[in-house]
Protein backbone atom coordinates (compact mmCIF):
# COMPACT_ATOMS: atom_id res chain seq x y z
CA UNK A 1 0.00 0.00 0.00
CA UNK A 2 1.38 3.28 -1.22
CA UNK A 3 2.03 6.08 1.33
CA UNK A 4 2.76 9.92 1.05
CA UNK A 5 4.61 10.37 4.60
CA UNK A 6 5.40 13.99 5.25
CA UNK A 7 7.54 15.55 7.86
CA UNK A 8 9.00 19.17 8.52
CA UNK A 9 5.47 21.30 9.42
CA UNK A 10 5.29 23.70 12.92
CA UNK A 11 5.12 27.06 14.72
CA UNK A 12 7.51 29.45 13.63
CA UNK A 13 7.71 33.25 13.72
CA UNK A 14 7.16 35.56 10.65
CA UNK A 15 10.83 35.68 8.94
CA UNK A 16 11.48 31.97 9.72
CA UNK A 17 11.87 29.08 7.54
CA UNK A 18 10.71 25.68 7.75
CA UNK A 19 11.41 22.52 5.37
CA UNK A 20 9.08 19.79 4.28
CA UNK A 21 9.70 16.74 3.39
CA UNK A 22 7.51 14.26 1.22
CA UNK A 23 8.58 10.34 0.75
CA UNK A 24 6.55 7.78 -0.93
CA UNK A 25 6.56 4.34 0.56
CA UNK A 26 5.29 0.80 1.02
CA UNK A 27 5.52 0.00 -2.93
CA UNK A 28 7.51 0.36 -6.36
CA UNK A 29 6.38 4.17 -6.91
CA UNK A 30 7.69 5.90 -10.21
CA UNK A 31 5.62 9.71 -10.00
CA UNK A 32 5.57 12.01 -13.03
CA UNK A 33 5.38 15.26 -10.97
CA UNK A 34 4.90 15.66 -7.08
CA UNK A 35 4.27 19.06 -5.24
CA UNK A 36 2.65 21.08 -2.34
CA UNK A 37 -0.79 21.99 -1.90
CA UNK A 38 -1.97 24.10 1.16
CA UNK A 39 -5.29 24.75 2.94
CA UNK A 40 -6.11 27.39 5.36
CA UNK A 41 -9.29 27.50 7.36
CA UNK A 42 -12.29 28.42 5.30
CA UNK A 43 -10.60 28.32 1.98
CA UNK A 44 -10.25 25.79 -1.00
CA UNK A 45 -6.82 23.51 -1.20
CA UNK A 46 -4.36 25.31 -3.50
CA UNK A 47 -1.47 24.37 -5.00
CA UNK A 48 2.31 25.80 -4.13
CA UNK A 49 4.88 24.37 -6.01
CA UNK A 50 5.36 21.13 -8.12
CA UNK A 51 8.33 19.64 -9.96
CA UNK A 52 8.35 16.90 -12.72
CA UNK A 53 10.90 14.47 -13.16
CA UNK A 54 12.58 16.62 -15.73
CA UNK A 55 13.01 19.46 -13.47
CA UNK A 56 10.37 22.01 -14.35
CA UNK A 57 8.91 23.82 -11.36
CA UNK A 58 5.99 25.70 -10.86
CA UNK A 59 4.72 28.16 -7.90
CA UNK A 60 1.90 29.88 -6.94
CA UNK A 61 2.60 33.81 -7.40
CA UNK A 62 2.27 34.28 -3.67
CA UNK A 63 5.67 31.72 -2.88
CA UNK A 64 7.41 33.20 -5.71
CA UNK A 65 11.08 34.01 -4.15
CA UNK A 66 10.54 32.74 -0.85
CA UNK A 67 9.60 28.62 -1.82
CA UNK A 68 11.78 26.41 -2.98
CA UNK A 69 10.64 22.83 -4.62
CA UNK A 70 13.37 20.29 -5.06
CA UNK A 71 13.85 16.50 -5.23
CA UNK A 72 13.78 13.98 -7.74
CA UNK A 73 9.93 13.83 -8.27
CA UNK A 74 9.52 10.13 -8.69
CA UNK A 75 9.43 9.44 -4.94
CA UNK A 76 10.54 12.08 -2.99
CA UNK A 77 9.91 16.04 -2.89
CA UNK A 78 10.71 18.85 -0.42
CA UNK A 79 9.64 22.28 0.35
CA UNK A 80 12.11 25.00 1.58
CA UNK A 81 9.89 27.81 2.89
CA UNK A 82 11.98 31.01 4.05
CA UNK A 83 10.69 34.52 4.63
CA UNK A 84 7.43 33.13 5.94
CA UNK A 85 4.44 34.98 6.64
CA UNK A 86 1.40 34.79 8.71
CA UNK A 87 -0.49 34.04 5.64
CA UNK A 88 0.86 30.76 4.97
CA UNK A 89 -0.31 29.39 8.11
CA UNK A 90 -2.07 26.18 6.33
CA UNK A 91 -1.97 22.09 6.67
CA UNK A 92 0.58 21.45 3.70
CA UNK A 93 -0.03 18.31 1.60
CA UNK A 94 2.18 16.22 -0.45
CA UNK A 95 0.76 15.05 -4.01
CA UNK A 96 1.69 12.55 -5.98
CA UNK A 97 1.03 12.47 -10.03
CA UNK A 98 1.37 9.09 -11.81
CA UNK A 99 0.26 7.81 -15.07
CA UNK A 100 -2.51 6.19 -13.74
CA UNK A 101 -3.59 7.77 -10.82
CA UNK A 102 -2.48 10.45 -8.00
CA UNK A 103 -1.80 10.26 -4.27
CA UNK A 104 -1.92 12.79 -1.56
CA UNK A 105 -0.17 12.64 1.93
CA UNK A 106 -2.29 13.20 5.24
CA UNK A 107 -0.95 16.95 5.61
CA UNK A 108 1.23 18.96 8.48
CA UNK A 109 0.25 21.91 10.17
CA UNK A 110 2.60 25.05 9.56
CA UNK A 111 1.37 27.92 11.90
CA UNK A 112 3.35 31.39 11.06
CA UNK A 113 2.88 33.66 14.31
CA UNK A 114 3.00 37.29 13.73
Known amino acids: QVQLVESGGGLVQAGGSLRLSCAAS????????MGWYRQAPGKQRELVAAITTGGTTNYADSVKGRFTVSGNAKNTVYLQMNNLKPEDTAVYYCHADLISRSYWGRGTQVTVSS
Open 26 to 33: GAIFSANA
